[in-house]
């Protein structure tokens, strides 16, 4: 029975795949290889790279596109040994001979061994030169998962296969494929032999193409889960098709991971009688977050990073300004954390939920919230008292919380999704809207009555929306309140609540710890001051 693939190269026979040709710009890859020329293509991580290099491989020594020996190697192995290049060299050759000997070529195998003891730092060059010297075919050389490389032993795989760029194809590969997570330019090398910055681009200046391998559009997501109805009879609901669409925008790990959650790893799931809802797939959402999947932690480790934080601070405030670079902001959607266009905003809902869960977590984990206090007797949530008990919270807590956060500007925003999620999380779930010059943060509180969704659950929806009063709190107010009844109409929200912040040092707190009421186009709308 095929799966829905979560690691490693997709595998047609074991898993539900999208063809990984068919997601490559294929007539421009094969007229650069006939071209003889030297690109990168990068990606995000988990997004199919390999899988999309070991179909190119395998087309390219069919013989359909040409005579070519086309030889694919991941050199991440080379990482552990860091900046030390003769041992780097040894550890690249070795697994580049095991490939090549897999498509029934040995002459690398026997000589790479000399070529290494003579040639040392430079043996990678000197390899290639004698492998294509013997061979009958122009070679294709696929180098995986080349941004691994640290330092000095990157310079000295990009300034080798640059500094024989001439003699190809007699005498060097016809065509190299740089594949990682970044584009080549974007490199910024520390050697430490030359104590000195090195750019990618100035150490690989024969690069004649950047191409990107993008996520899955709608209709590959969809064809991709219908390959699972065809084989096992089970089918989506409509709902749930596009749960899965817009949650993930088409990121193709997050596709797959909740698809196997909710079809395979379930319980329920595995009742093929049984169509996969929407909820299904909340749940296998938020099994994913809260388990910390390996791709989700490696993206949240990289919050961290300052020239993320740049990126993505403003973003959670909805600050109209931003200190990143535009290198920031390349990083950043090379990460994948980014959309790919304009304007700059969190890549997909998933990613854009994990974003101020991993950064309130220590705010989370020492909350203590006892759900039944927010519960009513009909089993809704009652959002009065629960914004209430937050203001207590803020006004007792907040200065501890302010001071230790690193995405301070976002602080008070941050602090407030962190007591809401420890308290819903008991029951539903929470959507966030947030991005660059939108001067406030959209919160939609999802509640299923009970606490438990069912398909005769009834479900309540409450808008809480917060800003910070930048200009002056009745200006900040009138603002918030218009916003707040367009995003109450816009998710048909049965109520709706505006949270504003005042963050100046000369106004007390009794001064800034208020509740009042305001309606516009007819929506009642509570307004928190904090």
Not at 153 to 165: E, F, K, S
Not at 267 to 293: F, K
Not at 360 to 388: F, M, R, S
């Amino acid at each position: 029975m095929r799966k829905f693939n979560t690691e490693g190269p997709v595998v047609a026979q074991d898993h539900y795949c999208v063809p990984p040709l068919e997601r490559l710009n294929l007539p421009s890859i094969l007229e650069l290889i006939a071209d003889k020329r030297y690109f990168v293509l990068h990606a995000p991580r988990q997004t199919g790279k390999t899988s999309a290099l070991l179909a190119l491989r395998d087309l390219l020594n069919s013989g359909t596109e040409g005579d070519f020996r086309c030889v694919y190697v991941n050199v991440e192995a080379a990482q552990a040994v860091r900046e030390d290049v003769q041992r780097a060299m040894r550890v690249i050759l070795g697994e580049l001979a095991s490939r090549a000997r897999s498509t029934g070529d040995e002459f690398l195998y026997d000589v790479w061994p000399d070529v290494l003891a003579t040639f040392r730092e430079g043996a990678l060059a000197e390899a290639l030169t004698r492998w294509c010297e013997n061979t009958a075919a122009p070679i294709v050389l696929l180098l995986d998962e080349i941004d691994t490389l640290i330092g000095d032993t990157l310079i000295a795989v990009l300034r080798q296969l640059r500094a024989r760029y001439d003699r190809r194809p007699e005498s060097f590969p016809q065509s190299v494929v740089l594949c990682g997570v970044r584009d080549v330019r974007d490199y910024r090398i520390q050697s430490s032999a030359e104590n000195a910055a090195i750019a990618g681009g100035s150490a690989f200046n024969v690069r004649a193409e950047s191409l990107r391998l993008g996520d899955f559009t709608e209709a590959e997501v969809r064809s991709l889960l219908d390959q699972h109805t065809r084989e096992t009879g089970q089918a989506f609901t409509p709902e749930a098709l596009e749960t899965v669409w817009r949650q993930t925008r088409g990121q193709p790990w997050l596709v797959n991971a909740l698809c196997r959650r909710a079809c395979f790893d379930e319980p329920a799931g595995r009742d093929r009688s049984r169509a996969i809802a929407a909820d299904d797939v909340y749940r296998a959402q938020e099994h994913l977050i809260l388990s910390r999947q390996v791709h989700l932690d490696q993206l949240a480790d990289k919050l961290q990073e300052d020239r993320v934080r740049r990126v993505v601070e403003p973003l959670l405030s909805g600050a109209s300004e931003d200190e990143s670079s535009t290198r920031d902001l390349e990083y950043v959607r090379d990460l994948g954390l980014i959309a790919k266009d304009d304007p700059p905003r969190i890549a997909n809902p998933i990613y854009a939920e994990i974003v101020p869960r991993e950064l309130t977590y220590p705010v989370q984990a020492k909350l203590i919230q006892d759900i039944a206090w927010y519960v009513d007797e009909d089993g809704g949530l009652d959002v009065d008292k629960l914004l209430g008990a937050f203001q207590a919270f803020f006004r007792e807590h907040s200065e501890h919380w302010l001071g230790r956060f690193d995405y301070a500007e976002a602080g008070p925003q941050l602090i407030l999704q962190a007591f809401l999620q420890r308290v819903v999380n008991g029951g539903g779930r929470i959507e966030r809207e947030y991005g660059l010059g939108r001067g406030r943060t959209d919160l939609l509180v999802v509640w299923p009555r009970g606490g438990a969704p069912a398909p005769d659950t009834e479900t309540d929806r409450f808008v809480i929306e917060c800003k910070v009063a930048h200009r002056g709190l009745e200006r900040t107010i009138d603002e918030g309140v218009a916003q707040t009844a367009g995003y109450m109409d816009r998710c048909a929200a049965h109520t709706g609540h505006l949270v504003v912040f005042d963050r100046r040092a000369d106004r007390s707190w009794d001064e800034k710890i208020f509740r009042r009421d305001a309606t516009r186009d007819g929506r009642p709308i509570t307004v928190w001051g904090t």
